[in-house]
């Protein structure tokens, strides 16, 4: 299918590796030019030459922490005009409700929600004048069922979708959309950082660890970067211009409820 964004220029934060990756990878082969980020360059811009390879497209790589604001700042100023905007960073730390200190709130607020909000700030006013726009905000599951040991991830990214709710609908007259794409389990360093952090804790081996969560998610295995980046430039095209606020749960039906 012709997504109709060739030629579109678009930022996708925190995007050399995982779902960030998955998602630059099929806005380049729908022909967009891409701004990729990250903090470490050497896998940024390794990507980077991936994707210039293989689709043809400009890819320009802007190493920076995304969620600082000198780090926006460098991302902002090297993309200049941008038509599609991808949200994303690293999740927060898993933990216990009892142990979280007013800092890591603000470190994961910083991160998930007020990012975010800063990035769209700063790019809405041009789209909206040029009468076109894209926002996809990669939040997370939590948002439709916390995950206790994610609660900085369940506080945060909350905040951003009810951000998102209001903001969506008062903008969307201009031809700007922004909907938030939640991911279930997808196999990447993230998933395997919290395999982890459960076979450490259960003192069982990895493979348990992840057969074991498998078990837990309808589809019986963990997405992958591809499956999300897809939906992702399928949000990102001129044919979901009516899809105006939504969280859209990727998550092999991990989530079980009936909407
Ligand atoms: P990942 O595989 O660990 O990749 C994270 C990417 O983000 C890397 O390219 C990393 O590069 C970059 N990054 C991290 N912190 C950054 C920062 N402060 N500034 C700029 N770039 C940054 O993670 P993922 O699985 O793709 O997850 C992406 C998001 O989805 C996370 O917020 C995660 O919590 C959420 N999520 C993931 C899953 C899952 O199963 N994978 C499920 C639910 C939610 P550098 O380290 O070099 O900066």
């Known amino acids: 299918m012709d997504l109709g964004i060739k030629g579109k220029r678009a930022l996708v934060c925190a995007s050399s590796k995982g779902l960030g990756k998955g998602c630059a990878k099929a806005l380049a082969a729908a022909g967009?030019?891409?701004?990729?980020?990250?903090?470490g360059a050497e896998a940024l811009e390794a990507t980077a030459a991936e994707l210039r390879d293989a689709y043809g497209v400009p890819v320009t790589a802007v190493a920076a922490d995304i969620t600082t604001e000198e780090g926006r700042a460098k991302v902002l100023e090297a993309a200049g005009r941008i038509d599609i905007l991808v949200t994303n960073a690293g999740g927060p730390p898993p933990g216990v409700w009892s142990d979280w200190s007013r800092d890591d709130f603000i470190k994961a607020l910083d991160a998930n929600m007020l990012t975010p909000i800063a990035l769209m700030q700063a790019l809405l006013p041009g789209m909206m004048e040029r009468g076109w726009g894209r926002v996809v905000n990669i939040t997370s599951q939590a948002v439709k069922a916390p995950l206790a040991p994610l609660g900085l991830s369940n506080s945060a990214r909350t905040g951003l979708t009810g951000f998102v709710a209001g903001t969506s609908r008062q903008i969307a007259g201009s031809g700007v959309t922004i909907n938030n794409l939640l991911p279930g389990i997808h196999d990447t360093d993230r998933a395997t950082?919290?395999?982890?952090?459960?076979?450490?804790?259960?003192?069982?081996?990895?493979?348990?660890?992840?057969?074991?969560?498998?078990?837990?998610?309808?589809?019986?295995?963990?997405?992958t970067a591809e499956e999300f980046g897809a939906t992702c430039a399928f949000i990102c095209s001129q044919h979901a211009g009516f899809m105006v606020g939504q969280n859209v749960l990727l998550d092999g039906g991990g989530v079980n409820t009936t909407l």
């Not at 967009?32 to 903090?39: D, G």
Request: hydrophobic content about 35%; proline content about 3%; overall charge positive.
């Open 32 to 39: 967009c030019e891409l701004v990729l980020n990250a903090r």
């Open 193 to 223: 950082s919290l395999d982890k952090g459960v076979a450490e804790k259960q003192g069982i081996t990895m493979d348990a660890a992840r057969k074991q969560r498998e078990a837990t998610i309808p589809a019986g295995r963990y997405g």
